[in-house]
């Protein structure tokens, strides 16, 4: 595989997620490595956010382990111990959701410095010096002292990328970060998500529906159905010559 | 001419003069003059003419009120004293109780159900009672079980005083009121906020101080003003818990002092001017308040969301009262800005 050196950043060993009889997910391994982008599509309902969600434990995943960076975690059971893993894998894992989930009472700088103030105790002054860097990055240094709500949906998304980053996380988690958007502004998301991938060499797990982004920047294409991994491969694989007839018919309805 | 109503759509009665209607009509005219606020101050005018009246047919003292007045009065600093810290003493138990509720742990849960179905469901002068009289017989006995320093301490806490007692009462009381509000305030903030906080790996109480907490307060503010008004009047049930005459509100003075003098119409009015006055001036205040923080943002800041909530509440995006003001504005385009309704039923003219 192409653009990652072997190290494993992501590790997901047979987890099972339910919703009371609704098993979501049905024995989900995989193994995502340094600097590797992801692309996970399918259905809705095939999986694929819950998977994500059960990587930082926004979700408890019914059985199986995961591990992030050397934090690994068993599912089922919730101790003290346990808790303090789970906040430390979510620190080296940036969380980007469909719905921004801005803080709207801070500023745009407050949201990317909360992260590093609060929970890292980083020094308030090296905490903005590092936001105002991210906001650079994704182009929005001139809104650093913007309300979020006065900023459209795809500055808020840019914004909550750069909120993620200021944790510098090992891997970044993107949960659909585009659905929510007028299509007008994907692209500038999906152009701030490929700097990330060819800049900065970031590890990213991105659940969308973007073939074009996923054909362009991924390593890695995985096709979600019914809980499990059904097939995964590079883009070229799963878009010219895949033998599946699940991913044949979903890649023809979105492509 | 006269005999046709010169008005439009409805004519005059049947049976009505044309006189009677042209008189009508000219009313009608002339009170269009007058502007709404004027005719409702001399609505008030005539109610107060019309009691002065009547007090003046009851032989109403007004030379025994201008020489006691002050003392009632007084009162109302005992007013203030006990409601200010009691709603201190109910925001820290509100707090507590909503996040109580709130909680998975069954300990919390069932702690705070049961503080606040208690205080609910008892009335608060039987409460007052309780913590007054009971509370020592409870503590005398109870303390026999011990020894000394802490039998020592057993009784001292157990027997309060008048006030003491009061300022417990009313903490305890509105304290089990404001937990629902406090929760609802809490609730209103979108999940969406709590999982963003937690995926930074805010620990609980990092995610409700810095991130939930604050957004809650532009919910929890405006009700609790009212509730602050509401606990004002309350305190005038702890005229009958008897304190002294320094500690004794407004209407404990009044009755004191009317019965005395067999005056007691003209002490309870003074009395009522009192908590009428005092209510009347923390409204305009709580009003002032209401405006000030119940201007808000969209709750999960999403550009989805937003739409969601203007469209459920009726109101157009972009709608975002002194916020849309700020110079430099970037395209607020997906996200839009509405005012958060403000839960009174009594914002409304």
């Not at chain 2, 007084?74 to 201190?88: A, E, L, N, Y």
Request: charged share 20%.
């Amino acid at each position: 595989m192409i653009g990652h050196n072997g190290e494993v950043v992501v590790h997901v060993e047979d987890v099972h997620k339910s919703f009371g009889h609704l098993e979501v997910l049905r024995g989900i391994n995989m193994q995502v490595h340094k600097g590797e982008v992801v692309v996970i599509f399918g259905r809705s309902g095939s999986g694929k956010s819950t998977l994500l969600r059960c990587i930082n434990f926004l979700e408890d995943p019914t059985s199986g382990t995961i591990e992030v960076d050397g934090i690994r975690l068993v599912g089922g059971h919730r101790t003290k111990q346990q808790r303090d893993n789970i906040r430390q894998l979510r620190i080296r894992a940036g969380m980007v959701f469909q719905q921004f989930n801005l803080f709207p009472h801070m500023t745009t700088i407050e949201n990317v410095m909360e992260g590093p103030v609060t929970v890292k105790d980083t020094p308030e002054h090296d905490a903005r010096a590092m936001g105002l860097e991210l906001l650079a990055k994704v182009g929005l240094a001139d809104k650093a002292d913007e309300s979020p709500i006065r900023l459209s949906g795809g500055q808020q998304q840019r914004v909550a990328i750069a909120r993620a980053l200021a944790m510098e996380p090992k891997v970044m988690l993107f949960d659909e970060p585009t659905s929510a958007l007028d299509p007008e502004l994907i692209g500038e998301v999906l152009a701030v998500m490929k700097s990330l991938a060819t800049d900065l060499h970031m590890t990213m797990m991105v659940v969308t529906h973007e073939m074009g982004f996923a054909r362009e920047v991924a390593n890695r294409m995985m096709f979600f159905h019914e809980g499990v991994i059904l097939e995964e491969g590079p883009p070229d694989q799963l878009f010219n010559h895949t033998q599946n007839p699940e991913t044949r018919t979903f890649l023809d309805a979105v492509l | 001419m006269k005999t046709e109503s010169p008005g439009v759509g409805t004519g005059p009665p049947p049976g009505r003069s044309g006189r009677d209607a042209g008189l009508r009509e000219r009313l009608e005219q002339f009170s269009l003059r007058i502007p709404y606020r004027a005719k409702l101050a001399l609505v008030w005018l005539v109610i107060f003419v019309i009691f002065a009246v009547i007090f003046g047919a009851a032989q109403f003292d007004t030379q025994w009120m201008r020489d006691n007045w002050v003392f009632v009065v007084k009162g109302i600093w005992v007013t203030i004293f006990i409601s200010v810290i009691s709603i201190f003493g109910a925001v820290v138990l509100a707090t507590l109780g909503s996040l109580g509720r709130l909680s998975k742990n069954p300990i919390a849960y069932g702690v705070s159900g049961f503080y606040t179905s208690f205080f609910r469901g008892t009335p608060l002068i039987v409460q007052l009672f309780l913590i007054y009289l009971a509370l020592p017989q409870v503590g005398t006995n109870l303390a026999l079980q011990f020894r000394d320093p802490l039998r020592d301490w057993i009784q001292t806490v157990t027997l309060l005083s008048p006030v003491m007692a009061g300022i417990v009462g009313l903490s305890l009381n509105y304290g089990a009121y404001m937990t629902e509000i406090f929760r609802a305030g809490i609730q209103s903030v979108s999940h969406g906020q709590s999982e963003a906080a937690e995926a930074l790996g805010m620990t609980y109480k990092q995610k409700m101080r810095r991130i939930v907490l604050p957004q809650a307060l532009r919910v929890i503010i405006p009700p609790t003003g009212n509730e602050f008004i509401a606990m004002m009047k309350d305190t005038a049930l702890l005229s009958f818990l008897g304190a002294a005459i320094f500690w004794s509100d407004p209407f404990r003075r009044a009755t004191l002092l009317g019965r005395a003098d067999f005056k007691n119409m003209e002490a309870l009015l003074v009395a009522a001017a009192c908590y009428w006055a005092l209510t009347a001036i923390f409204t305009f205040f709580q009003k002032k308040l209401e405006t000030r923080v119940g201007k808000g943002y969209v709750r999960g800041g999403g550009g989805a969301p937003a739409a969601k909530l203007s469209s459920d509440l009726g109101v157009p995006l972009g709608h975002g009262g002194t916020l849309m003001n700020v110079p430099g504005g970037g395209p607020g385009g997906g996200a839009g800005m509405i005012e958060l309704p403000v839960e009174n039923e009594e914002t409304d003219r």
